[in-house]
């Protein structure tokens, strides 16, 4: 048996009738029709369906006659199961003699041709109830998919959930950012990392500020320089049209950051609290004197549904009763859903499910840690006779491009204690601080032992033979390959501190590198620090950005001063496992914190040896005559050359006559620069003043 959809044409021969278009024809019994070859082609007849009597009935009275066009026009469709694999109870009846008038419908009578009509319709609705049956079984393997519901946000109401004040542990390379702290009314020419996490915060629902009808009401970051520029107003006044304003709004979310770090810094511990939604059941007392668990009805938080109750809180009294909840483990997910939703170079590592009370990130912080990351040699090394003498002549103590390691060390100790840092940070008048005194507890120059140390030192992570990362770069290309596993060492610039001045690492490090190269002694650490006889700081360079990293952030309790005594639940912890929704646990595995990172450092580290390669590998050709130049092609009559200075980039600044740090031009004291700051902020304040009166 099989479907089809045929025309049929229906002909008069004393009128032209329309075309009647007739569905669902059902084949029946078996035709013969010949190939040209003159075999036969079964084919089968055409039964029309049981509506067809209701929409030719007004025509047979015209004594109307059915043609068939050729079944060569028919275009079949879909083929029914063949009926000798029926079951007994199911099969076909033998077809009905055909009418004895059936093939001249010209000689039948009305009464005729309306039971000739009739047998066909019993025998149609017998095959139709015998197709369903049929189909009604096949399909029942299989049933058909039901249609996903729609992915159309549903409207959050944060009034139907409760909150927890907690704190959040993440990192973050702060190359692609503007920095750390968000300024409303300023758009910046790349995002701030303020910015990436409180969007995030908003599109998972776990924060819900208010924001005007003038702000930007998405949640995704805008990357590109010259979009963020045409679509965000900058200035707190009116927004210019066809922009929106950009307003990172923390209010009622009890935020607090621990570190603000400036454009291109990055930290591998910055600590903020906040105030977010909790999976928590949320109670209210009802007339009764009894708690009722509200239970939100509309599905709006669909990143975690919140837990039902089994018992009956009618039969309980409000001063006996709490629903039962455990912190950690009935809790959302906070660590990845945020690393769901969040760029990779941002990852949050932990988080505390209750800080003390009355905690804020900035002032219940009582160390601050900072790692600036540097080579030695610092940059290319000047080659020959040439890179012994320094750039006026005289004899050097170690080649350009080197590093005095002891020296820097032996500056970097005259840091600690409490000094009064003027001389070594960037002054911000707008503050008006009377003074800039900070306790520096530790400052020291370290070699940097690199990457890897933790896949060998764990057992489960090593090839099993515990020799997985010796030289970890060496699993990454063969062992003949120049320059792998060599190279220059790294080394880091370790500061412990209570806090911070505007920009005081960059400037601290700055002056150990001139010590470290020997165009300033170690005593000038001493000479900055005695305000008293220099009050003005000298306008030197500070040093670059990109290798600085707030390192790590230290909350100890009244017992310790120096142990971070939060309680944080790191991703891929015992206590975090029963709170997650995914196959993975957080850490390792598809979207794990460790395979996102390493994801990032094997492209880096690849780049570096490719790099370190092909330099050795130039270095090596040739016949060494280049060498003995210092890179000029006449060293002999080389009487002068531009002194290097490296500030931690890529290369060394050409700086010409070097000028040691005490002979350069100094800036305002302290105190002037407060009092310029005033009298220019009451000057402005006085032309607004004026021109407010002018307008009236």
Known sequence: MQKANLNYSLNSGSANLPTLHLRKIFFLDNVVERRHDGSAIPRKRLFMKHTLARRLAPLFQARSLYQP???????????????????????MAAPEPAHPLSSDYTSLSHADLVARISALESKVRTQTALLSRLSGASNSASPARKRSPSRRAKPFDPSLYSTRHVALKFSYIGSRYNGYEHANGSVTPKPTIEEAVWKALRKARL????????????????????????????????????????????????????????????????????????????VKEVETGVLEEVVPVDGSADMMDMPGMDIDVGDLSASTYSPPFDGIKDELPYVSILNSILPPDIRVLAWCPEPPEGFDARFSCRERRYRYFFTNPAFCPTPGKMGMRRADGKQAEIREGW???????????????????????????????????????????????????????????????????????????????????????????????????WHQVRCMVAIIFLVGQGLEEPTIVDELLDVKKNPCRPMYEMADDAPLVLW????????????????WIYAGDNASIPALNTKGDG???????????????????????????????????????????????????????????????????????YLPVMKKPKMDTLEVQNAKYLNGKKARRDARAIEVNGND
Request: with cysteine; glycine share 10%; charged share 30%.
């Open 552 to 567: 790590d952030c230290i909350f100890p309790d009244e017992t310790s001063n120096e142990q971070d005594s939060l309680k």
């Open 69 to 91: 066009l050729p079944f060569s026009t028919c275009r079949r469709r879909s083929i029914v199961p063949d009926p000798s694999t029926l079951r007994p109870k199911h099969t």
């Open 587 to 657: 850490k390792f595995g598809l979207g794990g914190v460790v395979d996102e990172l390493w994801t990032q450092w094997r492209k880096a580290k690849i780049e570096e040896v490719l790099a370190g390669s092909l330099l050795d590998l130039v270095i090596s050709q040739g016949d060494g005559s280049v060498l003995q130049r210092g890179g000029f092609r006449e060293a002999e009559n080389v009487t002068f050359r531009s002194q290097k200075v490296f500030d931690g980039s890529e290369t060394a600044r050409l700086v010409g006559d």
């Open 207 to 282: 924060i819900a500020p208010t924001l005007g009808e003038d702000a930007d009401q998405s949640y995704d970051v805008v990357w590109d320089t010259a979009e963020r520029l045409r679509k965000y107003s900058a200035g707190r006044g009116e927004v210019e049209e066809g922009k929106m304003r950009l307003e990172v709004n923390w209010e009622g979310c009890q935020y607090s950051k621990c570190g603000r770090t400036d454009r291109g810094v990055s930290a591998f511990g910055q600590v903020v609290g906040i105030r977010v939604r909790s999976n928590r059941p949320l």
């Open 403 to 501: 590093l005095d390691i002891e020296k820097m060390k032996e500056a970097a100790k005259k840091l600690e204690g409490l000094h009064d840092f003027r001389n070594l940070c960037k002054i911000d008048p707008s503050k008006q601080m009377s003074g800039c005194e900070r306790r520096i507890r530790f400052a020291d120059v370290v070699e940097y032992e690199g990457m890897g140390g933790a896949f060998e030192a764990e057992q489960e992570l090593n090839d099993g033979r515990g020799t997985f990362a010796k030289t970890l770069a060496k699993s990454l290309l063969p062992n003949d390959v120049v320059g792998v596993g060599q190279g220059p060492k790294v080394y880091t610039f370790c500061v412990h501190g209570s806090a911070f001045l």
